[in-house]
Each structure stands twice: as C-alpha cells, then as structure tokens.
C-alpha cells in the first residue's frame, strides 16, 4: 500500500478529472497524500445547537435547527439577484441569503420542511443573516464522523461556485479514509514514536479530520506538528554538520596591524555586544571551516562598525573582503563612513554601484583583480561575472533579506575556496523563526546599543493634531534638527484611503515655503539620480525635510535626524514601523516619533499602535508581529526566498514543539551524522521523499 498518497486525485470515487483539476489549480491538492494533509482550520462541536435567539453576529461557525417559512427570490436582474430564505424556530426567526447557486439552493429546500443550518452569522442593516449556509435535513445522514467534533476545511470562491465547498471536501476526506485509512504507513520508526509519546500516523491523520474528542484531537495535532517540524530540523541540522565536517575553509591565523590600527583610532569603545560578536567571528575565521553567520542586530546596534572590523580581519591574513548593500545609497553611505576611517590607515577601499562610470570601473576591476584594493564596497553591481578578485576571503551582506538566493550563489562563485560569508540583519526574527530558517546558519547577536542613545518618545495622532505637529516641526528645524516624513503611497489610490506622497509634498511645500525651509522629496519611483541628489540633500543637512516612502527604511543614516512622522501609520506592519522609527535616535538629540493614523482603526491597527508607543524593543515588536500576522507575513522572509511552507505547525505558536523536535533531531545526528544506520533508514527515507516534493528544509549555505 505503499503508493496510496501518491495516487492521483481524480481516482478519488466523487472527483474525477474536472473536480481534479480544480482542486489542483486552487488548494495544490494532486494526490491522496495531498489530501490527507489538506487540514481543517477548526472545529465545531457539532453536539451544539443554538436558538435563533441566542444568535450574535460575533459568533463563528454555528449550527440552528430551524423551519423553512419561505423561499423568495430578490432583485429583477438575473445576474445580481439573490436568494432569501426566512427560517424559524421557536425562538425567532432568521434570514439565509444566496448569491449563488440559487437554482441548485431552490431545486432542494422545501417550504415548511426543518433543516440542521451550518454557517457563519454576519450583521447586515442591523439584522442578523447567515450568508451561503449550509442546510442539511436532520435525517438525512451526515459525515459519519466519529465523535462531536467537526472539521471545517477551507475552501476559495470558485472551488465554493463549483460546489466545492467545506461540506465538499469533508465528503471527499471521508471516502478516502473509508478507502486508504486502514493501510497509511508509518513515517517515524516504532521506538522514536514510543521515546517521544507520539501518537501513530494512522490515528493522527484520522483523528485530525474526525476527531473522536478534544483529546484525541490534540494528540492528533501534537503528532503532525512534531513530525514536521522534526523533518524540517533534521534536514537543516544534517546540512550544517555536513558543512561543519568539510574542511574547506579559508584559515585566516592573525589579527594584524590593519584591525588593530583601525580599532585604535575608532573614537569610542566597542560594546560588550560588538567585542563579543566579533570573537565569535575571529574563531570562525581561524577554524579551517567556512564561516556562515547571521550577525542580527537592531537597528542602530552598530553592525557596520563590525563588518568593517571583521573585515579587516581577512586582510591581516592577506584576503579581500566585500561589503554588499541593498541600496545604492545604503552603499554610498557604507563607503562613505568606512574610507573616512580607512583612508588615514592607508587601506585602499573602493565603491562599486550601478552608476559607477565605465573608465572607473576599469580601474576598480584591475585593482581587484591585482589585490591592491582590499575592501570593496557596493551593491549587486559587485556580483556581475565580469568583476574579479586576486582572493576574496570575506563577504558581508548588509540587510539580507533584500538579496536573493541566487544573487548569493553568485557571490560564492567568486573564489575557488568558498569565502567567509557573514550575512547582517536588523530584522528581528524571533527565535522560533531564526531557528527554523536559519537552522543551517550560526547566529550572532548584537543585542545592545551603544551608550548614550536617547529613548525616542513615540505619539500617536490623527488629523486633529496636524496644526500642533507643525508648530512642532519648526520648532525642531529651528533648532537645527531634520524631520521624516513617510507615506505608504507614492500616488492617491482610489482603493484605499491613505495619505499619499504627492499630496504630502504640495501640503509641506506649502506650510514650509522655500527659500527658509529646504523639502527633499525621495521615493521608489524615481530617477536615480533625482533620488541620490535629494537623499544627499537631506542626509548632508542642506534639507531640513526629506519627505519619502519606505524606501528609506533601510540603513539611512542621518544622525541629526530627529522626528519620523509616519503617515497613515496603520498601514504598516510592525517590523517596518520599527525600521522606520529606527531612522531616528541616532544621535545624541531627543527624539520622537509621531504615528499619524485615520480616526477609525481596526482592532488589530489599534494595537500594533499601542504597542509602537510602549515599547522599542525590537525582539518584543517581532515575536508581537508574529504573533499577530502570522510568520508566513513576516517581512522580509518572502522576499529573502526563506519562506517555508508548514502546514500544520505554527511558528508564533508552536515554539516548544519546535524546541523539541529540534532536540530530538540533534540527539539522532549525534550518534549517527549521515543517517547511515539501518535504524535511521526511515529518516532518511523520508528525508529524500520529502525533498522530492520540494518541501525540504532548504540549505542556504552550500550552494550547489
Ligand atoms: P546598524 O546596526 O543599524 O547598521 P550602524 O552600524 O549604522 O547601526 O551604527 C549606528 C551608529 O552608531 C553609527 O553612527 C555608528 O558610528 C555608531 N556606533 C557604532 N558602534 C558604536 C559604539 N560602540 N559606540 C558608539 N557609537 C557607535
Ligand atoms: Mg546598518
């Protein structure tokens, strides 16, 4: 029985070739394996049954025993009328609303006859319907589940047009337990389910679709969870100890004069945090492994201070290093702050950008490749095939999650021993996500700001303060500070209802006219070198506004910088509120922040807000996000091809379920690294089972 997921779906008795497709197109179900793991997203008990009386518009999915008291079509156009059905029990009466399937609705109720209702209560003017209920009749026989609980899958708009509804895929799941559920195979060796207390596969799959109570549905669920993640983990960890095994890396034995020089000219101390993270590095460099580590850092931390350290670090032992950001501008910056302090020592560094010149270029590639410059530092411009190293020993990615495996993969390919990679973000992943998409990347952290950094005093306001916010501003400029201001859009948009740039701009010109205020303008969808002009504008102080969209939420260093007004602050998520707050209270100034929001907020806007005035901890913000919005948004995962796909687990929840799997897996790698013992021959079965599918743990370290 071994084939059973792998048979096609359509020879699913009741799907066939057209049901096939669709399930294929809309949910990726091609398999009976796929619909195994097609999962409820809740449950209902189905042994309750409420009163039309006690019915709320709150509630979610419910069930009502109710008569049928008449069936009346509304509208005159064919195309948009809708079906409304009044029911009633003995408690009151309700509306059933169609907008589709009308006929197939009309051609099965009957007037006078009751039905078991299965939706969910909406309010419409004030009254209280259920829009595209389920009606069955009482007798008539349902899913011949086991127990009182029911699964609800989901489903999307055409599958439900089509009649694949919930109740549609419940019947399906149903038929295909009837059919395979006596023969699934087991996926875990016998003495590991006994060791972690796991329930079997056969009783989790069936138990998650037809739970025969809540106990048995929480072993069902802790067992899918468990496997899951536990793959994920052994895949990454096995990876990793491959990569630790291989002996290839760059030996870098010294620091030298060049780190020691530069570290002896800085005009502060380092942080315990940058000293401790720099160690950390040294003693990767030295390894004879190659180093693979995330440097994580909140904004501000001080990480380009260790980049440029570490870096110098390979040139003591006579290797290259590059320094690759996201933005043209970031790289300008970077350049900028590394030459001043590099430029006294003798250290020749170099930019490389899009826009360098093609003469420069041709100077730049031949001190490449003749190693007289040591330290290059660009954007993707650096990765093109015709750029050349004498020996890159060190690559440092500035805000990762902007830069794309592939990109990577390039980099790697610039030297015949794979260069030290060090990858920094001031994303903070919460632990649980760090740990699963970096379960193949050692990880460093910079947990501490340098001394001396005021709190930024965070507000939030609506348009009724906009007057007082003004007065504010030029208070500040007075003072000699610069003022942020971001919007979401660059253009009005007819469906949504934010602030706009454009609009902004003409309203700030306006309140602060030339030639006493100076208004730089930066945004996405600019010329470049409009947008390098005006960021230089505001960044070299002759600006006192730079009005933008998020772009500047990467890296932007302005120090003098003292307000970021955020417009339309509910339409950001919290991780860029907090890049963006970021840009501010990097000098000695006080500093604020001001969340401009509409008067109405949603629940959920009204709290990322709250939670922007409490607090600037980023690690809180996250692990909140997460919470919130669900690692699968988690900026910067998507763009990063990070994104992985869990079915069952959730990472915002599931963390000690992770913590364990992860330990499971460890201690199986420990006394076995290749999973060659015929004990672990299932592990690794599985493991190349589940990489054929695509859903293995991704190694982004060695790149192929
Ligand atoms: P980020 O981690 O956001 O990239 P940066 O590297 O841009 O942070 O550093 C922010 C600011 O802090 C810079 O102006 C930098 O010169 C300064 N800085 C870095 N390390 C220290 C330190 N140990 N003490 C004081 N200031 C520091
Ligand atoms: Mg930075």
């Known amino acids: 029985m071994a084939d059973i997921f792998q048979t096609e779906i359509k020879f699913l008795p009741g799907v066939g070739p057209k049901r096939a497709e669709l399930l294929s197109k809309e949910l990726n179900i091609e398999t009976f ?85 299965f939706g969910k209560p909406t309010e419409f003017n004030g009254r209280i319907n259920i829009v595209h209920p389920e009606l069955t009749s009482p007798t ?5 589940g086991a127990g009182t609980m029911m699964g609800i899958y989901p489903s999307t708009e055409r599958l439900k047009n089509s009649n694949i509804g919930n109740k549609a895929i419940a019947k399906m799941q149903y038929t295909l337990w009837e059919r395979c559920g006596q023969g699934i195979e087991e996926t875990l060796p016998e003495d590991f ?68 020089d530069c570290y002896n000219a800085l005009p502060f101390p380092l942080t315990g945090a940058q000293k401790r993270v720099i160690k950390e590095m040294r003693a990767d460099m030295k390894s004879g492994r190659q180093m693979n580590r995330l440097l994580q850092g909140d904004v501000g931390s001080g990480k380009t201070l260790v980049a440029l350290l570490v870096s110098l670090i390979a040139c003591d032992n006579g290797y290259q290093a590059c320094i690759m950001a996201p933005t043209e501008v970031l790289a300008q910056q970077h350049y900028k702050n590394i030459s001043k302090m590099l430029d006294p020592l003798g250290i020749r560094c170099a ?52 830069f794309g495996v592939e990109q990577r993969a390039k980099l790697w390919s610039k030297s015949q021993v794979p260069p030290h990679i060090m990858v920094m973000t001031a994303t903070p992943i919460p632990r649980t996500l760090a740990m699963t998409l970096y379960g193949d990347l050692d990880v460093s952290l910079l947990d501490e700001l340098p001394p001396g950094r005021k709190p930024i005093t965070t507000l939030h306001a609506t348009e009724s303060h ?8 030029k208070e500040q400029i007075k003072a000699g500070r610069q003022v942020f201001i971001v919007y979401p859009l660059i253009k009005e948009s007819e469906k949504m209802d934010y602030q706009n740039l454009e609009e902004g701009y003409l309203r700030i010109v306006e309140q602060f006219p030339a030639p006493e205020y100076v208004t730089a303008v930066v945004h996405g969808k600019q010329k470049n070198e409009n947008k390098e002009h005006d960021m230089n504008l505001f960044a070299s102080g002759r600006a006192h506004i730079l009005v933008a969209t998020s772009v500047i939420e990467v890296g932007v260093d302005v120090p003098n910088a003292s307000v970021m007004i955020i417009e339309s602050a509910e339409r950001f998520g919290l991780s860029q509120l907090h890049q963006l707050r970021g840009r501010v209270g990097r000098g ?10 509409g008067y109405k907020l949603s629940k959920e806007s009204r709290e990322r807000i709250e939670l922007m005035c409490q607090t600037q901890d980023g690690f809180q913000l996250a692990e909140a996000d997460m919470r919130m919005r669900g690692p699968g948004d988690l900026e910067g995962t998507v763009q990063s091809g990070l994104a992985i796909d869990l079915h069952i687990a959730n990472l915002a929840k599931d963390g000690p379920v992770l913590e364990e799997a992860r330990r499971a897996a460890m201690e199986i790698l420990d006394n076995d690294p290749l999973l060659e013992k015929p004990q672990n021959a299932l592990f690794q079965k599985q493991l190349k089972l589940l990489r054929k599918q695509g859903k293995e743990a991704r190694d982004y370290s060695v790149i192929s």
């Open 588 to 597: 000695s100034e006080r500093s604020y922040c001001i969340l401009m929001t």
């Open 140 to 144: 008539e026989h349902g899913i011949p």
């Open 351 to 402: 930019l490389l950008t899009g826009s360098t010149k093609t003469k420069e270029r041709r100077a730049l590639h031949q001190g490449l490749v003749d190693g007289t410059i040591e330290i290059l530092v660009g954007t993707h411009a650096v990765i093109e095939d015709n750029v050349e190293f004498k020996n890159l020993g060190l690559a440092v990615i500035d805000e990762q999650h902007r």
């Open 33 to 117: 394996g796929d619909l195994f793991y097609f999962l409820p997203y809740r449950y209902v008990d189905k042994s309750r049954i409420y009163s039309i009386r006690e019915v709320q518009p709150t509630m979610a999915y419910i069930q009502i025993r109710a008569l049928v008291r008449s069936i009346n079509k509304i509208g005159t156009n064919p195309h948009n009328y809708r079906l409304s059905i009044i029911v009633q029990d003995g408690t009151g009466e309700m509306e059933l609303v169609y907008f589709k399937g009308i006929k197939w609705i009309e051609s099965k109720i009957e007037v006078g006859k009751e039905y078991i209702i």
């Open 466 to 473: 906009r007057g007082r916010i003004y007065a504010f501003m």
């Open 193 to 260: 389910i006994k060791e972690h207390r796991l329930a079997s596969l056969q009783f989790a799959l069936q138990n998650i679709h037809f739970p025969a109570d809540a106990l048995s549905l929480s072993k069902a669920e802790f067992r899918l969870k468990f496997e899951e993640l536990f793959y994920l983990q052994l895949g990454l960890l096995k990876q990793r100890g491959i990569r630790t095994r291989m002996s290839n890396g760059i030996i870098m034995h010294s620091v030298g004069k060049k780190f020691t």
